[in-house]
């Protein structure tokens, strides 16, 4: 349990290029150990309900879990400026979380819309 606490730290503090090569590498790895590495990400946001009465914090873990599919390292700025906002600056919580929703949303768009633009060809 540690060493995989130490790896995803390890992993979050790279940037893209080397957390995709990192992957690759696990992935060989996994398939000389004959290992099962099929893994679905869900295409879709979760259906997980937000609660009436909820924390700025868990609204970000709710969301993380709501949107699995989304680089977590792309929206860390904009949820810490949401709490900020709130710790510092006195927003509500329904406020930041209302402004959450709508970050995680947006992303999922970008995220689509990568998803559909054809990959150019050398």
């Not at 290029?17 to 990400?41: H, N, P």
């Not at 209302?98 to 970050?103: A, C, P, Q, R, T």
Request: hydrophobic share 40%; net charge negative; no cysteine.
């Amino acid at each position: 349990m540690r060493d995989s606490k130490r790896l995803l730290s390890i992993f979050r503090s790279l940037s893209d290029t080397r957390q995709q090569a990192l992957l690759e590498y696990a992935e060989f790895l996994a398939a000389k150990e004959g290992a099962d590495i099929s893994v679905t990400m869900p295409s879709e946001p979760l259906p997980i309900p937000r609660p009436e009465k909820e924390s700025v914090v868990k609204a970000i873990q709710r969301l993380m879990q709501t949107y699995p599919m989304l680089e977590r390292n792309q929206i860390f700025n904009e949820a810490s400026a949401q709490m900020t906002r709130h710790l510092i600056h006195g927003v509500t919580a329904l406020e930041a979380i209302d402004e959450l929703e709508k970050i995680f949303a947006r992303q999922y768009q970008t995220h689509l819309d990568a998803l559909s633009e054809p990959t150019a060809s050398p």
